[in-house]
């Protein structure tokens, strides 16, 4: 795979990181799609036995880095299967080669490539950074959405918005459940409060799509405890670029690791209210 063109701007250019994060996903997506073809090969498992990490996983996020060393030698990388380069640019770019990777092994069309380019930013999210461009590729649906700061969101090129229902009684919540024993039981308590509350529940298994759907107005609000920066780099900014709100733990913590709650700025409180039963 040959590497994407150098963008022609400076790094504080949110709208060309973005579309260099456009075309990394892109071709990524069909790396793995075309791996995908081949047969999946599990290498490793992380947090449990069921918390797996393919050879496409890995290959993903080598061709990645490896563009992004080419076109932005002076940015920093962090990917989920263990990519950490220190950057003196600013940009730090947070990679998830396949979230979803479940969804990846089963053949279910609900996985992509995110990636996002990122600079500090310590009351922004629990990580201490905030993306200011970025991408997710679902290759299954030919879907890539895209999102730079102040610039809005766009699906293939169409700008799109969430749906904005405030009301909770009717409004299509996703979520996610981690690989840990200990935190499913918890995360299944979050689900007994708030499924007589809400229309409905869906968990799809990779939550940059999750943010993604929320953006395009397929679902109406998305929670989740337990994600990791890869998890929600480029869907945040997606997501916010598209109308949404994003709430951490409280008022006073940044999203995140801990939570992360996303919907319209009217039905996000309540959303978080009821899933943490406050």
């Given at each position: 795979?040959t590497?994407?063109?150098?963008?022609?701007a400076?790094?504080?250019?949110?709208?060309?990181?973005?579309d260099?994060a456009?075309?990394?996903?892109e071709?990524a997506a069909?790396?793995i799609?075309?791996l995908r073809?081949?047969?999946v090969e599990?290498?490793?498992?992380?947090?449990?036995?069921?918390d797996?990490v393919?050879?496409?996983d890995r290959?993903?996020?080598r061709?990645?880095?490896?563009a992004?060393?080419?076109?932005?030698?002076d940015d920093?990388?962090?990917?989920?299967?263990?990519?950490?380069i220190?950057g003196?640019?600013?940009?730090?770019w947070?990679i998830d080669p396949?979230?979803?990777?479940?969804?990846?092994l089963y053949?279910l069309?609900?996985y992509?490539v995110?990636?996002?380019a990122?600079v500090?930013d310590p009351g922004?999210f629990?990580?201490?950074?905030?993306a200011?461009?970025?991408?997710?590729?679902n290759p299954?649906?030919?879907?890539?959405f895209?999102?730079h700061?102040?610039?809005?969101?766009t699906?293939?090129?169409?700008?799109?918005?969430?749906?904005?229902?405030?009301e909770?009684?009717t409004?299509?919540?996703?979520?996610?459940?981690?690989?840990?024993?200990?935190?499913?039981?918890?995360?299944?308590?979050?689900v007994?409060?708030l499924?007589?509350?809400?229309?409905?529940?869906?968990?799809m298994g990779s939550?940059?799509?999750d943010l993604?759907m929320l953006?395009?107005?397929?679902l109406?609000?998305?929670y989740?405890?337990?994600?990791?920066?890869?998890?929600?780099a480029a869907?945040?900014l997606?997501?916010?670029?598209?109308?949404?709100?994003?709430?951490?733990?409280?008022?006073?913590?940044?999203p995140?690791?801990?939570?992360l709650?996303?919907?319209a700025?009217?039905?996000?409180p309540?959303?978080r209210e009821?899933v943490?039963?406050d």
């Amino acid at each position: 795979m040959t590497a994407p063109r150098t963008p022609e701007a400076a790094p504080a250019d949110a709208a060309a990181l973005a579309d260099f994060a456009g075309e990394l996903a892109e071709r990524a997506a069909r790396l793995i799609l075309d791996l995908r073809s081949q047969g999946v090969e599990v290498a490793a498992s992380k947090s449990s036995a069921v918390d797996i990490v393919t050879h496409a996983d890995r290959e993903s996020e080598r061709v990645i880095v490896e563009a992004i060393r080419i076109a932005r030698p002076d940015d920093g990388v962090l990917g989920e299967e263990g990519t950490g380069i220190e950057g003196t640019s600013g940009i730090t770019w947070v990679i998830d080669p396949i979230d979803g990777t479940v969804n990846y092994l089963y053949n279910l069309p609900a996985y992509c490539v995110s990636i996002a380019a990122t600079v500090a930013d310590p009351g922004a999210f629990a990580d201490g950074r905030r993306a200011i461009a970025g991408a997710v590729c679902n290759p299954r649906t030919g879907e890539l959405f895209v999102a730079h700061q102040g610039g809005g969101t766009t699906r293939n090129g169409e700008p799109i918005r969430i749906s904005g229902k405030t009301e909770l009684a009717t409004a299509l919540v996703g979520t996610g459940f981690g690989y840990t024993v200990e935190r499913r039981i918890e995360q299944a308590a979050q689900v007994s409060r708030l499924l007589p509350r809400a229309r409905d529940i869906r968990r799809m298994g990779s939550a940059a799509y999750d943010l993604c759907m929320l953006a395009a107005g397929r679902l109406d609000a998305y929670y989740e405890r337990g994600l990791q920066p890869w998890d929600y780099a480029a869907g945040a900014l997606i997501a916010r670029e598209a109308g949404a709100e994003i709430l951490g733990h409280t008022d006073g913590t940044a999203p995140g690791e801990p939570f992360l709650c996303a919907a319209a700025p009217g039905l996000a409180p309540e959303l978080r209210e009821i899933v943490l039963g406050d």
